[in-house]
């Protein structure tokens, strides 16, 4: 397997995604699993840690980084530095497949006992569990 460090756009798009559910009140009701990281961290404090858990696993996959760089978006000849950045809101689908992405780049060594890979991992689920319930026929299909 592969790994990069994901574009600060894919980021951005997932702090701004969990910013518009924290707004929206999406994320009412029972405590969540990722509340405290996810929902009660400031945007540009949570973009940096996803950012820094992302390079993390990277540099898991690739021992030998230092001397062969990480693989992922450069500028000048630098890995691009991460930058928050005002995103308007993903749809949910583009939400959806960029928390798939950084979650599958983050699968390196250690990275998935960490608590925010864990909470990234449980929101990832839930929003499937919107995507589903938001679905035309799951409305049709009977309950009980």
């Not at 990722?34 to 992302?54: H, K, T, W």
């Not at 990480?70 to 930058?83: C, I, K, V």
């Not at 569990?129 to 938001?134: D, L, P, S």
């Amino acid at each position: 397997m592969s790994a990069f460090v994901v574009d600060n756009l894919i980021i951005n798009r997932i702090v701004a995604g969990i910013d518009y559910a924290k707004i929206n009140n999406e994320l009412n009701g029972p405590p969540r699993p990722y509340q405290e990281i996810l929902i009660d961290s400031e945007p540009d404090q949570l973009g940096l840690a996803l950012r820094e858990l992302n390079e993390g696993a990277v540099k898991q996959r690739y021992p030998d980084w230092i001397t062969s760089g990480l693989p992922g978006t450069y500028e000048g000849g630098q890995l691009q530095p991460y930058r928050y950045e005002w995103t308007p809101y993903p749809p949910i689908m583009q939400l959806y497949k960029d928390l798939a992405c950084l979650i599958y780049q983050c699968t390196e060594g250690d990275i998935p006992s960490d608590p925010l890979y864990k909470q990234l991992k449980d929101y990832y689920n839930d929003l499937a569990h919107t995507i589903i319930h938001r679905l035309p026929d799951f409305e049709k299909a009977e309950w009980g």
